[in-house]
């Protein structure tokens, strides 16, 4: 697919416009604009190079855009809109630019003869194995409008747990970089200038107290080149540990350590069964088959642990055993997901039960997000103080008793 520059005007010609389009081709790009009701004057096929704005434009599609996208979609092809209408008037009309540049592509997919579930198929990025499975069920059984608008109940539901993840950890993180910045900056600036302040007026022979001493020895030693060495290694150690834990291998460790952390594993697990319950129900109502429900459920879950577990389900269910039995044996799951999902098996009701599951566990989250947070940001705002006060302490000591010597 290439890139095409364009000069158009809209249809009553008053209007001239500029900008560029994806398309396979220059015939495309005229088709994709005539979409959009602009006139097209001329289109050229732009140059590959660099430049700051790709660099810095985010080229990806917002969970918001996807959302709407996907209830515009259901409720025009509930009302009869036919598809190809359809994704052409929601490309037109989309806001979102990486968004439409996908809907261009995957316009041309759907008219040259591509069912929509293998079009969305070739954009991973944007839509998920969840969202293309369930969109492929829609189409087997005509039902496309209802899945379109399961599938954005669930994705709403998704980005409203990762909001509120967000949100928690907001407020603690600035506290935490605000408190390294400061300390930082107080022993790099400010600490050498009075540790040269009190030795010019105590004298260099001054007996500090050990506190002080301390200060003036950790600013010493980060301003040394031994210090600047140590500081390098640390920022070379933690890119080199961010890099590992994006390995398989230390995905898996990272995530195993992650569910074994106090209060943060209670808030994991239930963000864990929450997605896995409203993804399973998903795909179970849209009429996906129960292999394939779990395979693609285990890749929705984003945590190897239960990922690997939910996997190596699949082969115990493929010979004969009920899921909830397996996860009730796994003990990674509560064991209201595997009692609920009984129910559900006996009465062939597994999707409603879940969604009730589901709903469950988002509420828990809510819960244990407010809990975790009530906890965490005292706890920084101690340790920050705590800091602070400790060098101020190491200052003023020595000012103090200057003072009295003086007086």
Not at 105 to 115: F, K, N, R, S, T
Not at 213 to 223: H, N, P, R, V
Not at 321 to 328: A, C
């Amino acid at each position: 697919m290439a890139i095409f520059n364009y000069v158009a005007t809209s249809a009553d010609g008053k209007k001239t416009d500029k900008g560029t389009v994806n398309a396979n081709d220059e015939k495309a790009a005229l088709e994709a604009l005539k979409r959009r009701g602009l006139k097209p004057l001329s289109v050229t096929e732009a140059k590959k190079g660099f430049s700051f704005e790709s660099l810095l434009k985010n080229n990806s599609v917002k969970s918001d855009d996807l959302v709407i996208f996907t209830r515009q979609l259901s409720a025009m092809v509930g009302a009869g809109v036919p598809l190809l209408r359809s994704l052409g008037s929601l490309e037109q009309h989309s806001e979102s630019e990486p968004l439409r540049k996908i809907l261009t592509a995957v316009i041309g997919d759907v008219e040259g003869g591509m069912a929509l579930a293998d079009a969305l198929e070739k954009h991973p990025k944007t839509f998920s194995d969840v969202y293309v499975n369930m969109v492929r069920a829609g189409e087997t059984a005509g039902i496309l409008d209802e899945i379109l608008n399961r599938l954005a109940i669930q994705q709403e539901k998704n980005a409203s747990i990762r909001k509120k993840v967000k949100g928690a950890m907001t407020y603690p993180t600035v506290l935490l970089v605000i408190t390294i910045l400061a300390f930082f900056g107080l022993m790099l600036f400010v600490i050498p200038q009075i540790g040269n302040i009190i030795k010019s007026i105590a004298g260099p022979d001054a007996e500090l107290p050990l506190i002080t001493k301390m200060m003036l020895g950790f600013s010493d030693f980060i301003l040394s080149p031994l210090g600047f060495l140590a500081i390098a290694a640390m920022i070379g150690g933690v890119i080199a540990l961010l890099r590992y834990i994006k390995t398989p291998k230390g995905k898996k460790i990272f995530h195993t350590i992650v569910l074994k952390l106090p209060a943060i594993k209670t808030v994991i697990q239930k963000v864990i069964v929450a997605r896995f319950a409203r993804t399973f129900s998903a795909l179970s109502g849209a009429g996906v088959s129960i292999i394939e429900t779990m395979t693609v459920t285990s890749h929705a879950l984003g945590n190897v642990v239960y990922e690997e577990s939910l996997l190596n389900a699949v082969d115990k269910v493929k010979n004969g055993e009920q899921l909830s039995k397996v996860l009730e044996e796994d003990g990674l799951y509560p064991a209201i997901v595997s009692q609920m999902l009984s129910v559900g098996e006996e009465t062939g009701q597994t999707d409603t039960v879940l969604v009730k599951v589901a709903e469950f566990y988002e509420e828990e989250v809510d819960t244990a997000i407010n809990s975790l947070s009530s906890i965490i940001e005292p706890v920084m705002i101690v340790v920050m103080g705590s800091i602070v006060g400790l060098i101020a302490a190491s200052v003023m000591g020595p000012i103090a008793g200057l003072s009295n010597q003086i007086h």
